[in-house]
């Protein structure tokens, strides 16, 4: 796989993928498994598939019927995060569908409960499970709390016969759906956010230069494709006297000033505008929008920033900066390799005149480092 490729699949821009897919899926089983609790429960109420006096007396059939448009709204919960697995308000629309999906199951398992069905408890799995998997393990326990309450207190309310200890097994199988299915979203859950914060350093450590912080390379393709068509000032710096720093005060000082020009840098550019760090002693800014005017202003004020001394324990660094620069329009099939070209010959064109620290000598202790 090309770099270029590597870094498009571990753009940030994709980090979140597989959580916007695990939700969907979540959100289009939802809808699948109400879709069809909709159309059993019709089909029941109008006996298209059984006579419904045969299960619940008709008195009861209006509690079912009701059951119908909460699931409905809840479906179109589930179509609302379906489309926007991203929004802010996921998180508190998948509450609410657990909330009307715990209020159907526990009404029905109720009423069955009150007319003699004691067997009804395994369908409060269904919540549980649901919960488990939208909110983990915090979810899951929740449900099982407000399930509990609920089944319990009906169970002894409606049959005077019926101890708490009638309710000890049905809520400790509960218990052990819930903890099972809870922990294990929850440890899914994790696995997803580490992937994620993997796949992002991942994605900083090609994209970024590991001593400045600032873009490198890679990111020229994808600022390239944003800014097709659009106008562009390219400056192309090359430090004047950092090789006398490395060889006079050390690599640890010359890696000390290159971090220092990065943060000057980066401090210069405005909103839209990209600096960075090509490699060695080279550095690339980008203007979007500026025109011959403003290029040449831009450069005096980077210029004026990376001269000023550096301090590097005891010792004072200065370097200068040889900047070319290009204007013109990013090109859809060539993107900045022209502007590129053509800010490297005005940079070479310029150096002759900009070695103005050529032949002095470096000073240790609180001077100034020149070349």
Known sequence: ????????????????????????????????ARGLGVVGTACYLLGWAFPAAE????????????????????????????????????????????????????????????????????????????????HGLAGALAVWVINSAGYAWILLATDPAATPADTVFALSVHLMVALVTGTQSSAFARQLTELHMTRRLLYEQLTHDSLTGLPNRAQLAEFAQRHVGQALAVLLIDLNGFKNVNDTLGHAAG????QEVGRRLHACMRDGDMAMRLGGDEFLVLLPGADADAAPSAMSRIQEVIGRPITIGDDVAVVGATIG?????????????????????????????ANRFDGQPLARGQQQSTR
């Open 1 to 32: 796989m090309r770099r270029r490729d590597t870094v498009a699949v571990l753009g940030v821009g994709l980090g979140d993928a597989s959580l916007r897919r695990r939700r969907r899926a979540i959100e289009l089983c939802a809808l699948l």
């Open 55 to 134: 299960v619940l007396p008709a008195h009861l059939r209006p509690v079912c019927a009701a059951a119908i448009p909460v699931m409905i709204v809840a479906c179109a919960l589930s179509a609302i995060n379906w489309s926007r697995p991203s929004s802010r308000w996921y998180p508190w629309w998948s509450a609410a569908q657990v909330v009307l999906d715990s209020a159907v199951v526990m009404t029905v398992v109720g009423l069955l409960v009150v007319h003699g069905d004691q067997g009804s408890w395994p369908a409060l799995v269904v919540p549980l499970v649901v919960a488990a998997i939208r």
């Open 255 to 258: 890696d000390t000033v290159l």
């Open 325 to 353: 620069h290009a204007v013109g329009t990013v090109s859809p099939d060539a993107g900045l390799d022209m502007l590129m070209r053509e800010a490297d010959l005005h940079m070479y064109a310029a150096k002759p005149y």
